[in-house]
């Protein structure tokens, strides 16, 4: 089984920044991705950006240029750096991972339990 646990959120003024982290642990082979996804009130669970193995990274539209997704292997940890917040950024922040367990099995997909990030004078 694997765990994801996010930390970083938080309440910030727009323009400001905050950096997530997420850490994998338990039974983990390799990775196939990673990424970050976000959900406010009343709208779906979207894509924020996401990070192959091999380094390659995707975003939304409605980010790039303000956040980086990157990753350390060794830690088997995804960081999102989000600058120039803005109030529409506010949801709750899902880390999720494509990760195989075992050479033997094919990838599953796992999910962290969540962490707020509010923008707000």
């Known amino acids: 089984q694997v765990q994801l646990v996010e930390s970083g959120g938080g309440l910030v003024q727009p323009g400001g920044s905050l950096r997530l982290s997420c850490a994998a642990s338990?039974?983990?082979?390799?990775?196939?991705?990673m990424g970050w996804y976000r959900q406010a009130p009343g709208i779906q669970r979207e894509l924020v950006a996401t990070?192959?193995?091999?380094?390659?990274?995707n975003y939304a539209d409605s980010v790039k240029g303000r956040f980086t997704i990157s990753g350390d292997n060794a830690k088997n940890t995804v960081y999102l750096q989000m600058n120039s917040l803005e109030p529409e950024d506010t949801a709750v922040y899902y880390c999720?991972?494509?990760?195989?367990?075992?050479?033997?099995?094919?990838?599953?997909?796992?999910w962290g339990q969540g962490t707020q990030v509010t923008v707000s004078s």
């Open positions: 999720n991972a494509y990760i195989r367990s075992s050479w033997r099995l094919p990838p599953a997909n796992y």
């Open positions: 338990g039974s983990i082979f390799n990775f196939v991705n």
């Open positions: 990070i192959s193995s091999g380094g390659s990274t």
